[in-house]
Structures are given as C-alpha cells and as structure tokens.
C-alpha cells in the first residue's frame, strides 16, 4: 500500500479510538451525574415521606383524643340532663305530692324538720305557723328550694356543655342546648306564676316541660348512642 495512504488509514482509526473514548467518558459521566441526581432526589422524596407520616399520626393522634374525650363527655352530660329533668320534674310536674303535717304529733314533726334539710329560720316558719296552715307553708318554701336546686342543676348541665363544646358534634350540641333552654323556661315560668299566682304562666311552664319530654329526649338518646356506637356493642 502506498505510505501516504497507510498514514491515512492510521490516522483515521486513531482518531476513532478517540472519539469512541469520548463518547464512552461522556456516557459514564452523564450515568455519573444522573444517579447522583436519582439518589439525591430519592433522599429528598424519602424525607418529605417522612414528614408527611409524622403530620398523618399527629393527626390521627388527635382526633383519636378528641374521640376519647366524647367518650367521656357524653355518658357525663346525659347523667347531668337527667338530674336536671328529675330537678324540674319536681317543680313542673302536674301532680305533686306533699307530706300532710297538720296532724302529725310533735316529736314527729321535730323529726322531719330535723331531716328535711332546711335552714333554722325556715324550720321556725314551719313550727311557728299554725298547724292547719303547715301545709300550705311549706309547700311554699319547699318550692323555693326545690326551685334553687333545679336553677343550680340546670346552670351546671349549662356550664358543663359550653366549657366541653368540642368535644360534643355539633347536632347533639344543638339538641342538649335545645334542651338546657326548655328546662330553663320552664323553671322560669313555674316561678314567676307560682310567685304572681299566675295560672298562664305555670301552664306555659307545664307546656315547656311536656315538649321537653314528648319530643327532644327521644333525638338526643338516640343520638347519643349513635356516637357512642351503641348499636354495634349491642351485638356482642
């Protein structure tokens, strides 16, 4: 072969092998860079995986509370509502009944001051009066009692919803407070006309009591025992 043209071949697979060499550094050094990028972009996803879990249980752990919490406060507030029915009942009812001391003899009279729980002046009004009005007069005060502990009952079953609000869904909130008012009115109506001798007014309050107890109970225990899960225990 001429020389020149064997410089020429040469030449040419030289310069081949250079440009293969190239191509092959250039691949690995853009493989290099893309892992490195791969990994880095891995480890970011992994930490932002990370985070995501920890605001997932964070939550998950405070709703968990929040539902312990209604647990608790539930089964409280239909025992306080109850108390303050019972309260009401007494001051509302239709029919009530009373002890009849006009002809109890003395030493049983003493007895049932003694027990009754009242202050010493009330205790003196009673023994002071004449024995045919006894009657009259303590029904009186026994109403202002039994209307300072139904007042009382009422305002803790009030304060007790309001101080754990949310903690209670926002229907079953609504029918406690629904509740919390009739028993109120109620109160309020039984003594303004008792005091005035008022008979609309003590029929407004037999009528708040009656609403109460015909058609708002009913909702809240059934509601109650929806979010206490009661009929999934039940089954077991």
Not at 101 to 111: S, Y
Not at 126 to 141: A, H, K, S, T
Not at 192 to 218: C, H, P, Q, T, W
């Amino acid at each position: 072969m001429d020389p020149i043209w064997t410089w020429i071949f040469q030449t040419l697979i030289a310069s081949g092998v250079a440009v293969g060499v190239l191509v092959w550094l250039g691949r690995q050094w853009i493989e290099n860079q893309f892992s490195k990028r791969l990994e880095a972009y891995k480890a970011t996803q992994a930490q932002e995986l990370e985070k995501y879990k920890a605001k997932v249980a964070a939550l998950f752990n405070r709703i968990t509370k929040i539902h312990e919490k209604e647990f608790e406060v539930l089964p409280v507030a239909w025992s306080m509502l109850q108390d303050a029915i019972g309260f009401v009942n007494k001051i509302a009812a239709p029919m009530q009944t009373y002890p009849d001391l006009k002809f109890v003899d003395q030493l049983r009279f003493e007895e049932f001051l003694n027990n009754c729980g009242w202050t010493e002046s009330d205790k003196n009004k009673l023994r002071c009066c004449d024995p045919v009005q006894r009657n009259d007069v303590y029904r009186e005060i026994s109403f202002i009692y039994d209307f300072n502990q139904a007042r009382k009952v009422v305002s803790d079953f009030h304060n007790y919803l309001i101080y754990n609000k949310i903690f209670l869904s926002a229907d079953l909130f609504q029918k406690f407070s629904q509740i919390e008012i009739l028993l109120g009115e109620t109160i309020d109506y039984m003594k303004f006309g008792r005091e005035n001798d008022n008979r609309e007014m003590i029929n407004k309050g037999y009528e708040a009591f009656r609403r109460l107890s015909k058609d708002v109970i009913g909702e809240v225990e059934l509601l109650v025992q929806k979010r206490l899960h009661y009929p999934e225990a039940s089954e077991f």
